[in-house]
């Protein structure tokens, strides 16, 4: 199968040990599929990973946030996704929670004529009690506020993981600035909930969500305040 009508994003922050293998694992099993590494400044060597494997396969391309404003993931997906030049974009975190066999799957979806396709969590294993009770009663209110409004949803609205239509989200982006919450790690849901219910094809692909296996978490009250910044936009 040809994928070069896909882009990969990948916001990084610090994400040295995981980042080679991911793009190594995404460009020798997806024939022609390009790759977005949407870096916010990191101070390891994930500029010097990336650079190695760009020289190597001109699909590979490190986008360079560290002078940019508007720092945060979300911020870093959206670059990424604008840049890109291809039909579908899969946005995915660097640091392998996000299987790279399951963007095959995203794909196929994608070419079915879905406008988003979300790689939905079917197994947290290695989360603490308290983040999953967070995390739990977090997407209740999240589901909340896209039911109130009438808006698209799935069986994982706080994904990191989805597909998308390139020219679906610049639209939808494009009149909606100010409901994307740049620092924030919920561009799905930002997404989701500038979409009216039914105006467009959204699939679901399950897949198994482990701890992280390398380097650390960017997750923190920032995010979480962000989040409610989301629900209020
Ligand atoms: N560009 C950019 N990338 C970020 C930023 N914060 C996090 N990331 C990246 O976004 C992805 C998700 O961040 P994580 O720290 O793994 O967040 P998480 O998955 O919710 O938390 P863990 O389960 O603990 O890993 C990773 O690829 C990070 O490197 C940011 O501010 N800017
Ligand atoms: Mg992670």
Redesign the pocket.
């Known amino acids: 199968m040809d994928y070069s009508d896909l882009t990969i994003v990948?916001?990084?922050?610090?994400?040295e040990e995981s980042i080679g293998r991911l793009i190594s694992k995404l460009t020798g099993s997806y024939d022609g599929i390009r790759v977005i590494v949407?870096?916010?400044g990191s101070d390891d060597g994930t500029e010097r990973v990336v650079d190695r494997l760009s020289r190597r396969n001109g699909n590979v391309k490190f986008l360079d946030?560290s002078k940019r404003p508007d720092?945060?993931?979300t911020a870093?997906a959206i670059e990424g996704i604008l840049d890109a030049k291809t039909k579908y974009v899969i946005v995915m975190?660097?640091?392998l929670?996000h299987p790279p066999q399951t963007v095959g799957r995203i794909k196929r979806g994608l070419d079915s004529g879905n406008g988003v396709v979300v790689a939905v969590r079917k197994s947290v294993t290695g989360w603490q009690l308290y983040r999953r009770i967070v995390s739990r009663s977090l997407i209740l209110v999240g589901y909340a506020v896209l039911l109130a409004g009438r808006r698209e949803r799935c069986g994982d609205i706080f994904s990191?993981f989805f597909g998308v239509d390139r020219k679906l989200f610049s639209k939808v982006y494009g009149r909606n600035r100010n409901r994307f919450v740049g620092e924030g790690?919920k561009i799905l849901f930002d997404l989701l909930k500038c979409i009216d219910r039914g105006s467009v094809k959204v699939s679901e692909v399950p897949y198994a969500f482990h701890?992280?296996e390398a380097g650390s978490?960017?997750?923190g009250v920032r995010q979480a305040a962000a989040l409610l910044r989301s629900f209020l936009s």
Do not use: C, F, H, W
């Not at 990948?10 to 994400?15: A, D, S, V, Y």
């Open positions: 990948i916001p990084t922050l610090n994400e949407s870096d916010d946030r720092k945060g993931l870093s975190d660097a640091d929670q990191g790690y701890v992280r978490s960017k997750a």
